[in-house]
């Protein structure tokens, strides 16, 4: 079966730590997203990378990293520093180049702090 | 930055009858426009797109049209069923390595049909 996944899909924290979010492909995709989703809005791009061990900010990246050691990975870590982190987070994948540009999401994870 | 307006924000309509969504973009660079179904607690999943070289696009009870005069493209489905049901977004993109094929999403616009 070919696609993304991302686990768990829900998670719970307290306030001030940090937690990893897991997002894998197996699309053989140069590029990854992380997209936040909160109710009722559009998504909003947190992070990007086209190649691995390289990436670049999106929209809101303030309070938040990411590693690309492998090209199938691409976790996003929530910093104690993100001041509202509950919310939807999706994570996407797509070629760069070639034709075809959709982006594949995932079924997100679901995080909640208090 | 890009910038994405979708309206309206949500709609309900008649089993069978149509259903029409708008979005508006700010940057004429822009050259890729998807459009993204989102049901609960899903992942969005691609229902159609469209590239600027394209004036329409039709799949089965789909289609998407785009005036890149006036910077705004629309979604369209007709017959509509109970199972198009969703959340859908629109999107904006400029499509190429350099650019990342980054997607900036409107609002989205929750569409309910009644049986």
Known sequence: DGGITQSPKYLFRKEGQNVTLSCEQNLNHDAMYWYRQDPGQGLRLIYYSQIVNDFQKGDIAEGYSVSREKKESFPLTVTSAQKNPTAFYLCASSIVTGGGYEQYFGPGTRLTVT | ?115
């Not at chain 2, 973009?25 to 609960?40: G, H, I, R, V």
């Not at chain 2, 489905?77 to 400029?94: G, H, K, L, R």
Request: glycine share 8%.
């Open chain 2, 1 to 115: 930055g890009e910038n994405v307006e979708q309206h309206p924000s949500t709609l309900s309509v008649q089993e069978g009858d149509s259903a029409v969504i708008k979005c508006t973009y700010s940057d004429s660079a822009s050259n890729y426009f998807p459009w993204y179904k989102q049901e609960l607690g899903k992942g969005p999943q691609l229902i159609i797109d469209i590239r600027s070289n394209v004036g329409e696009k039709k799949d089965q009870r789909i289609a998407v049209t785009l005036n890149k005069t006036a910077k705004h493209f629309s979604l369209h489905i007709t017959e509509t069923q109970p199972e198009d049901s969703a959340v859908y977004f629109c999107a904006a993109s400029i499509i190429g390595k350099a650019a990342g094929n980054k997607l900036t999403f409107g609002g989205g616009t929750r569409v309910l049909v009644k049986p």
